[in-house]
């Protein structure tokens, strides 16, 4: 079974603090490894897809990396405007692009 | 490109009450899904489509039923509403391979069922 943890639960950062977020998965065979970010009342949007141990994204502040058991979204010098939901999903291979997501981790910054 | 579009955005309903949750896409996308959302679960996915006619159940299905009789539409029922199906749903479509699997998510409908 495809599994997905996701931490910390919660994190409070000040403005300009730059720290990461932990995606850990166990998967049958990983086809993809997808980023969201969900802010309150809306739907999951769309941030990366890494497919291959080794590759690395970026956008704006954000670096996502990923490993062979885990993922890191890196945030650099995060603003208020970074706060949100961050979720992490995996696609298994032969799963008709079915995902298995994590239980998010809750971003806030401060100024 | 209005992209997923959800209706209704949020509905009330007593229990053994049925309604249908409508999903739209226009993206051209072949493949649907449905997820509901709850405190510390997570999105799991209730029932998923490969293409228009064909339906199959993903992680957490009793209580549901769907049907894709239009590629671009993709409906989700409840035909007893129990408390325990008070959620937020999403609905996501995607295509079929390589950088066309991402999956793209509608605003969501939050149900409360009394």
């Known amino acids: 079974e495809d599994q997905v943890t996701q931490s910390p639960e919660a994190l409070r950062l000040q403005e300009g603090e730059s720290s990461s977020l932990n995606c850990s998965y166990t998967v049958s065979g990983l086809r993809g490894l997808f980023w969201y970010r969900q802010d309150p009342g809306k739907g999951p949007e769309f941030l990366f897809t890494?497919?291959?141990a080794g590759e690395e994204k970026e956008k704006e502040r954000l670096k996502a990396t990923l490993t062979k058991k885990e993922s890191f979204l890196h945030i650099t010098a995060p603003k208020p405007e970074d706060s949100a939901t961050y979720l992490c999903?995996?696609?298994?291979?032969?799963?008709?692009?079915?995902?298995?997501f994590g239980t998010g981790t809750r971003l806030q910054v401060t100024l | 490109n209005a992209g997923v579009t959800q209706t209704p955005k949020f509905r009330v309903l007593k229990t053994g009450q049925s309604m249908t949750l409508l999903c739209a896409q226009d993206m051209n996308h072949e493949y649907m899904y449905w997820y509901r959302q709850d405190p510390g679960m997570g999105l799991r996915l209730i029932h998923y489509s490969v293409g228009e006619g064909t339906t199959a159940k993903g992680e957490v299905p009793d209580g549901y039923n769907v049907s894709r009789l239009k590629k671009q539409n993709f409906l989700l029922g409840l035909e007893s509403a129990a408390p325990s199906q008070t959620s937020v749903y999403f609905c996501?479509?995607?295509?079929?391979?390589?950088?066309?699997?991402?999956?793209?998510f509608g605003p969501g409908t939050r149900l409360l069922v009394l």
């Open positions: 999903a995996v696609q298994a291979t032969g799963t008709a692009s079915k995902l298995t």
């Open positions: 890494l497919y291959s």
């Open positions: 996501a479509s995607s295509g079929t391979s390589g950088s066309q699997e991402t999956q793209y």
